[in-house]
T-cell receptor, first 116, second 115 residues
Framework: AQSVAQPEDQVNVAEGNPLTVKCTYSVSGNPYLFWYVQYPNRGLQFLLKYITGDNLVKGSYGFEAEFNKSQTSFHLKKPSALVSDSALYFCAVRDERNYNTDKLIFGTGTRLQVFP | GAVVSQHPSRVICKSGTSVKIECRSLDFQATTMFWYRQFPKQSLMLMATSNEGSKATYEQGVEKDKFLINHASLTLSTLTVTSAHPEDSSFYIC???????????FGDGTRLSIL
């Protein structure tokens, strides 16, 4: 069955330090992977996606993610965290049974807290 | 580009009231729109997928008669919570997509509170 796992409910990091938010996936075919961020009482904002090509994907606000096929992972990273990065982060994979409807399967979310 | 507008942002109403939430794609044509429900400190739960001009596809466990979805045009989908009760209180979010290889674009959500 297709699934996305975000093993950490919360990640704490000091401002200026690198951050990593973990995501692993399970699909039978080639994955379409996404990262979204949600600020309080707001919808989700798209950060980046992996469809094909380079394993290192660069996205908005200085975030990047590395696609690792052997480890079935798509961890979100940023070299230097900002307090304003504190938010809820969701990893998602395209539902390959429904490519024509763009349906996504979301992870449970990871709350990132960046301390000054 | 790719802006999705969701309205209203917050609704407080009495039990038994029906509430309509609108989701509009402002600068693109959305062939597909999605409606999600999010409980506090939880992930998004997909409620239904709607395609313009056809009936919505509901996820298992979502009551079709309770949550009416209409996708009358390529830029507008509406979710009506009929005869709302306190247990329907939640954060409802819509998203829209114009192409299968593009990300979904999300509205800012509607906080529904039923008294």
């Amino acid at each position: 069955a297709q699934s996305v796992a975000q093993p950490e409910d919360q990640v704490n990091v000091a401002e200026g330090n690198p951050l990593t938010v973990k995501c692993t996936y399970s699909v039978s075919g080639n994955p379409y992977l996404f990262w979204y961020v949600q600020y309080p009482n707001r919808g989700l904002q798209f950060l980046l996606k992996y469809i094909t090509g380079d394993n290192l994907v660069k996205g908005s606000y200085g975030f990047e993610a590395e696609f690792n096929k052997s480890q079935t992972s798509f961890h979100l990273k940023k070299p230097s965290a900002l307090v304003s990065d504190s938010a809820l982060y969701f990893c998602a994979v395209r539902d390959e049974r429904n490519y024509n409807t763009d349906k996504l399967i979301f992870g449970t979310g990871t709350r990132l807290q960046v301390f000054p | 580009g790719a802006v999705v507008s969701q309205h209203p942002s917050r609704v407080i109403c009495k039990s038994g009231t029906s509430v309509k939430i609108e989701c509009r794609s402002l600068d693109f044509q959305a062939t597909t729109m999605f409606w999600y429900r999010q409980f506090p400190k939880q992930s998004l739960m997909l409620m239904a997928t709607s395609n313009e001009g056809s009936k919505a596809t509901y996820e298992q466990g979502v009551e079709k008669d309770k949550f009416l979805i209409n996708h009358a045009s390529l830029t507008l989908s509406t979710l009506t919570v009929t005869s709302a009760h306190p247990e329907d209180s939640s954060f409802y979010i819509c998203s829209a997509s114009d192409r299968p290889d593009q990300p979904q674009h999300f509205g800012d959500g509607t906080r529904l509170s039923i008294l």
